[in-house]
């Protein structure tokens, strides 16, 4: 079993920055891909970057493209996402997810395996 939780939520105003924090439990979290998802209000959960088992490749949502970073510090057994420039349509809960067994990441809800319980994001006009 992996638990996930997440830190670094709050309330931001709009232009400025957050760094949301990931940490997994276990032993092999070196062999996870990891995602970024969010969830706002009446909508879906929609994906929002992730980062392959080895840190090589990541993947972006259009709308954060160039905005958002993911990273991974294996030794820490933590993920993170850098939000510069956050909008007011950032505003959501994020939730961050593993994918087990050298998973290279993924933008489907299903694909992975375990999920935190989220971190609520609002930015302010």
């Known amino acids: 079993q992996v638990q996930l939780v997440e830190s670094g939520g709050g309330l931001v105003q709009a232009g400025g920055s957050l760094r949301l924090s990931c940490a997994a439990s276990?032993?092999?979290?070196?062999?996870?891909?990891m995602g970024w998802f969010r969830q706002a209000p009446g909508k879906e959960r929609e994906f929002v970057a992730a980062?392959?088992?080895?840190?090589?490749?990541?993947y972006y949502a259009d709308s954060v493209k160039g905005r958002f970073t993911i990273s991974r510090d294996n030794a820490k057994n933590t993920v993170y996402l850098q939000m510069n420039s956050l909008k007011p349509e950032d505003t959501a809960v994020y939730y961050c997810?593993?994918?087990?067994?050298?998973?290279?990441?993924?933008?489907?809800?299903?694909?992975?395996?375990?999920w935190g319980q989220g971190t609520q994001v609002t930015v302010s006009s």
């Open positions: 980062i392959s088992w080895s840190g090589r490749n990541t």
């Open positions: 997810a593993a994918e087990i067994d050298y998973g290279l990441g993924s933008q489907y809800v299903h694909e992975y395996d375990y």
């Open positions: 276990g032993r092999s979290f070196g062999s996870y891909a």
